[in-house]
C-alpha cells in the first residue's frame, strides 16, 4: 500500500474519531475527544498493518504468513488489558481513560515498526501526537467552556453537583 493511501486512511479514521468524541465531549462523558479519536486510529492501524503485510507478501510472490497476522491480533487484545489497568476510578470521574488509548495506539506503532513499515510509523505517530497534543488543548477548552451546553446530560451534571 502506498504511503499516501495509508495516510488518507488514517486522517479518515481521525475525522471519524473526532466526530463521534465531539458528540462525546458536548455530553461530557468520561470517554471523549481524544480518547474517542487514539481509539479509532488505533483500530485502524492495526487493520493497516494487516492489509500492507498481506499485499507485500503477495507482491513478493510469496504466501502470506499468517502466524504474522496471529501474532498482530494477541497485541491488539494484550494492549487491551493492558490499557484497563491504567483506568482507575474515583467517585463519579474516571482517569486514564487516553493513557489507556495512547497505550493501545503505541502497541499499534510498534507493530509498524516491527514490520519495517518506518513512514507509515511516523504518519501514525504525527496522528497521535496531534490527538494527545491539539485535541487534548481543545478538549480542556470546552470543558471549561460548558456552562449553558445543551448537549450535556442533566443527571451528569447533578452527580458532579454533588461531589
Known sequence: MNLSIFAMRLVAALICGILIGLERQLRQRSAGL?????VSVGACIFILI????????VADGGLVNNDNLRVLAQIVTG???LGAGVILRDGFTIH?????????CSAAVGS??????????V???SVI??????????EHYLENHQKDNPYADPYEK?????K
Open 129 to 138: 501526537l496531534f490527538i494527545n497534543w491539539i485535541l487534548k488543548f481543545i
Open 50 to 57: 494487516s492489509e500492507t503485510v498481506i499485499a507485500n507478501a
Open 112 to 121: 509498524l515498526c516491527g514490520y519495517g513499515l518506518w513512514l507509515e510509523a
Open 96 to 104: 486514564g481513560l487516553n493513557s489507556a488509548a495512547t497505550l493501545w
Open 79 to 81: 494492549i487491551g488489558f
Open 34 to 38: 481524544t480518547t474517542n479519536s487514539l
Open 158 to 162: 447533578k452527580d458532579k453537583e454533588k
Open 123 to 125: 504518519v501514525a505517530v
